[in-house]
C-alpha cells in the first residue's frame, strides 16, 4: 500500500519509522515530514492545515491508506475530506475529534457515559466561573481552568487560589490568550495523583489498548517549572498493574467507545485517555483524538507486531480479530528542546552527532524542530527539537542509553530535563505493564 502520514513532528517520525517496517507497506508519504522523515518517507511540502491541498495531493499521489498525526487537521475536518474524495484514512472526521477539540463536549459525553472524571461547569460568562470556582475551593479542592477549544496543550491552569482562577478566567475568555479557543471556560476540580497517558485503537465498535505511558509535560527536573508539550516520555507505567489497566479498559474506554458510536458516526482512530490514578480510582483528565507526543516516541519502538495490522483494521471494522504484541523491554524517550522554550525558541543553530546517538541506541532520533540546513546538514527550527529514545530490558538500563545517546547529540543551547524515565523507587521494577 502507499500510506501517507500527515504531520511533521517526533510523533509522525515514529510513526513513518514503524510503518517503514511494515511488510503491508510499499510506499511511504509525509506531508510535511522533517529532515528525519525525509531519510524513511517521500515528503510533500503541503501544510497540515491546508486541508484542500493535503486532500488534492493526497488523490494525485494516489494514496492507499492516510494517517493523521496532529489534533487541529482532524478537528478540522480533515479526515471527513478525505473519506469524501474515497480516500482510507485513520483518524476520526470532526465529529468524533470533538473529543480533544470541545472540553466542554467531551465532559458532557463523559457525564452522560459515567465515566469517573473531575467534577466541572462550563461556562461563558466571567462572574459565574469565579463563582464556581470560589465554591470549589471553599470545598477545599483546588481549582483548575481551560480553555475549551485547542490551545496546543498550553489552555491549562492548574490554580492555587481564587485570584490566580479569576485571572485564567477572565484571560481565557476574553480571548486575549487562546483566541476563539477561550470563548468557553471549563472550570474543574483539580485532582491529585500520578498521572498516565493510555492510548487504544478504536474501530467504531472495538477499543484496543495500547500499553500505558507517561509524558513529562513540565520544563524542569521535579515537574518543576511552566508546562509544555512535553519533555519526554516512557513506557511502560509500572504503576499501571493489569488492576488498574482493566479497570481503565472497563471505567473508561468501553464507556467513550460506546457514547461515541451513539453518537452516530464510527470513531475510527486512536482514543487518547490521560488518567489521574486518584485514591479513588482512575479518572479522566482529557481526551484527545490522536497519538500521543511524546507517547508515541516511546511505545512504537516497544510494538513487537506491524502496527498497519490495527490501522487497517479499524479503517476496516474488524479490529476484534487483532492482537498487539509487546516487547518486554522499557522505552524512555527524552527531548532535548531550543533556548527559549516554552517561550519563543532560538532556531538554525546547526545539530552534530545524529548519527553516533542512532548507532548507540539502534533507533531513529525522533526529530521534530529541525529543517535541512546548508550542504545536508540538520538545524533547530522549533522548540522540542528532537527525542532520543532507547530501549532496555530494565527501566534503568532504557534510561541510561537514552541519555547516553543524548549526550552524541549537541547544537547551541540545547537543554533537557534529566530525570525521565519511571519515578524513584519504580526503576528497579520489572519491565512489565499490564495493558495491550
Ligand atoms: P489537559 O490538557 O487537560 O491534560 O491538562 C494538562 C495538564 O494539566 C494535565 O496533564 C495535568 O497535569 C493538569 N491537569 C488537567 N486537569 C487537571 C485536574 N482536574 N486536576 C489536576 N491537574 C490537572
Ligand atoms: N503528550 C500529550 C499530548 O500528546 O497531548
Not at 240 to 257: F, N, S
Request: net charge negative; hydrophobic share 45%.
Amino acid at each position: 500500500m502507499r500510506v501517507l502520514v500527515v504531520g511533521g513532528g517526533g510523533r509522525e517520525h515514529a510513526l513513518v519509522w514503524s510503518l517503514s517496517k511494515s511488510s503491508l507497506v510499499a510506499d511511504l508519504l509525509c506531508a510535511p515530514g522533517n529532515p528525519g522523515i525525509q531519510e524513511l518517507a517521500r515528503c510533500r511540502p503541503v501544510a497540515v492545515d491546508d486541508l484542500p491541498a493535503m486532500v488534492t495531493m493526497a488523490a494525485r499521489e494516489f494514496v492507499d491508506l492516510v494517517v493523521v498525526g496532529p489534533e487541529a487537521p482532524l478537528v478540522g475536518g480533515l479526515a471527513d475530506a478525505l473519506r469524501e474524495a474515497g480516500i482510507r484514512v485513520f483518524g476520526p472526521g470532526a465529529a468524533g475529534a470533538r473529543l480533544e477539540g470541545s472540553k466542554g463536549w467531551a465532559k458532557s459525553l463523559m457525564a452522560a457515559a459515567g465515566i469517573p472524571t473531575a467534577a466541572a461547569q462550563s461556562f461563558d460568562r466571567a462572574d459565574e466561573a469565579i463563582a464556581y470556582a470560589r465554591q470549589l475551593l471553599a470545598a477545599g479542592t483546588g481549582v483548575v481552568v481551560k480553555a475549551d477549544g485547542l490551545a496546543a496543550g498550553k489552555g491549562v491552569t492548574v490554580c492555587d487560589d481564587e485570584a490566580q482562577a479569576a485571572t485564567a478566567i477572565t484571560d481565557a475568555l476574553d480571548r486575549r490568550v487562546f483566541g476563539p479557543a477561550g470563548s468557553r471556560v471549563l472550570v474543574e476540580e483539580r485532582l491529585a495523583g500520578e498521572e498516565l497517558s493510555v492510548l487504544a485503537f478504536s474501530d467504531g465498535k472495538t477499543v484496543l489498548p495500547m500499553q500505558a505511558a507517561q509524558d513529562f509535560k513540565r520544563a524542569h527536573d521535579g515537574d518543576l517549572g511552566p508546562n509544555t508539550g512535553g519533555m519526554g516520555s516512557h513506557s511502560p507505567v509500572p504503576s499501571c498493574t493489569p488492576d488498574v489497566a482493566g479497570r481503565i479498559t472497563d471505567q473508561v474506554l468501553e464507556p467513550v467507545a460506546a457514547a461515541l458510536a451513539a453518537e452516530g458516526e464510527p470513531y475510527v482512530g486512536v482514543i487518547y485517555a490521560g488518567i489521574m490514578l486518584t485514591p479513588d480510582g482512575p479518572k479522566v483528565l482529557e481526551f484527545n483524538c490522536r497519538f500521543g507526543d511524546p507517547e508515541t516516541q516511546a511505545l512504537l519502538p516497544r510494538l513487537a507486531s506491524d502496527l498497519m495490522e490495527p490501522i487497517l483494521a479499524c479503517t476496516d471494522g474488524t479490529l476484534s480479530g487483532v492482537r498487539l504484541d509487546w516487547r518486554p523491554d522499557a522505552c524512555v524517550a527524552v527531548v532535548a528542546a531550543a533556548a527559549g522554550y516554552p517561550g519563543t525558541p532560538a532556531t538554525g543553530a546547526p545539530i552534530s552527532g545524529l548519527e553516533g546517538a542512532e548507532a548507540l541506541t539502534g533507533l531513529p532520533v525522533f526529530q521534530a524542530g529541525t529543517r535541512p540546513g546548508p550542504d545536508g546538514s540538520v538545524v533547530t527550527s522549533g522548540g522540542r527539537v528532537l527525542a532520543v529514545a532507547a530501549l532496555g530490558d530494565a527501566p534503568w538500563l532504557a534510561r541510561r542509553r537514552a541519555y547516553d545517546g543524548l549526550a552524541k547529540v549537541s547544537f547551541d543551547g540545547m537543554w533537557y530535563r534529566s530525570d525521565i524515565g519511571p519515578r524513584p523507587g519504580f526503576e528497579a521494577g520489572s519491565a512489565k505493564g499490564g495493558l495491550g
